[in-house]
């Protein structure tokens, strides 16, 4: 059958094709994709080419589906799968497949395999490895952010702690602690504000920084300082480019303590530094934001590493139980997914907002692959919706919904390009 997809072909070459699929094999399973959110690990991808350690040497030839963040439904299943699988079946899908010393990912290193697509090929392995999971929930786009949800749980959890009585590590993030997530008022930052006001190690205090007032005033609006209080734990969000100290009056929140876990969202030198500074006794760091410099370098305090324990680590993605927990927390609404997302866009609008994704202001990019519409900021929907009947039922969706993008806006989408998302 036929697929629309985008491909990659080398650096900076993205091209959105039509072409035949070919038949499944009996350990194969074609998919119909649904929702695809861009991945800032995609654009390194695709600036990195055939460097890129997942990337395949004959790509320019053998060209490779783009795109992870993905969810959908199974339309055919080989003889192997049968019991296991069944057509109409919503998925979502682990990518980081760690198969047998390979780097191999689907959205990375597959000819048809990949999350920007209409169609796909997921092959033996993902189901082998159990990463093509079973999706419960009602809509598709909370599938799509289960992957990039499930690396910040990845980070929560890994995270660890030690005492001086013996050589256990506690793991998780700290229970009554406090947190610091530097960066935090991007997406990937909103996401883990979200979790870790239901972490099962309840935190005494999430401290959010950023240096831009707009993005801290929407991180107020989606997830409030009184909402987080609510449930017992202090929020506050802060601009350290106002402050005239900004380590001594963080450390003022805490009363001179430190943080105990400390995310660094952003892959900046200064801001790494800072939080190896803020660190309490054996506080963890956990360098969160991938660099694309393969040198990049920051330098720590060795002196407290060796007398107050503190650690330094780093987490990139997350297992298949981290995509279950969040698709289940998203399914019961224990954590709110579409706090990351601030655009979305039709399949046509990928290869473009891809390319040149650092320099799209906002959040994640979500879009739908199985329709053509413009990227477009959540945050437009009521101009446009002056002249355009489709923004204005999305405007006032997504207003009723703390402007945030949901489930119903999804269906308007759906039955506004005549999409029956049942139909195989």
Known sequence: MKTKAVRMYGTDDLRLEEFELPQIKEDEILVKIMSDSICMSTYKLVKQGKKHKRAPQNMDTNPVIVGHECSGLIVEVGNKWKDHFRPGQKFSLQPALNYMGKLDSPGYS???????????????????????????????????????????????????????????????????????????????????????????????????TDISDERIARAKEVISEETALERGIQLLYVNTAKMKDPISELMAITGGHGYDDVFVYVPVKEV??????????????????????????????????????????????GNTDDLVEANQLSAKGAIEAAVMVTHIGGIDSIAEATKN??????????????????????????????????????????????????????????????????EL
């Open 110 to 208: 597959y000819e048809f395999c990949g999350g920007a697509c209409t169609y796909c090929i997921m092959p033996n392995e993902v189901m082998e490895l159990g990463c093509l999971l079973d999706y419960t929930g009602e809509s598709f786009f909370e599938a799509s952010l289960g992957e990039p949800m499930s690396c910040i749980i990845g980070g929560f959890h890994a995270n660890y702690h030690t005492n001086k009585r013996n050589y256990d590590h506690a793991m998780g993030t700290k229970t009554d602690g406090n947190i610091l997530i530097m960066g935090g008022c991007g997406p990937m930052g909103l996401g883990a504000v979200s979790y870790g006001l239901q972490f099962e190690n309840k935190p005494k205090r999430i401290v959010v």
């Open 272 to 317: 790494a530094e800072m939080g190896d500074k803020l660190l309490a006794f054996d506080g963890c760091m956990n360098f969160f934001a991938g660099p694309s410099d393969s040198q990049f370098q920051a330098e720590i305090n060795l002196y407290n590493c060796h007398y107050t324990s503190t650690h330094i680590m780093g987490t990139t993605g």
């Open 357 to 422: 994704l650092p320099s799209i202001p906002g959040g994640k990019k979500l879009t739908y692959t199985q329709f053509d519409m413009p990227l477009t900021a959540i945050g437009d929907f009521e101009e446009l919706g002056k002249t355009d009947p489709l923004f204005q039922k999305l405007s006032e969706s997504c207003k009723a919904h703390k402007g945030l993008w949901n489930g119903e806006a999804e269906k308007i989408l759906f039955h506004h390009f005549g999409i029956n998302p049942k």
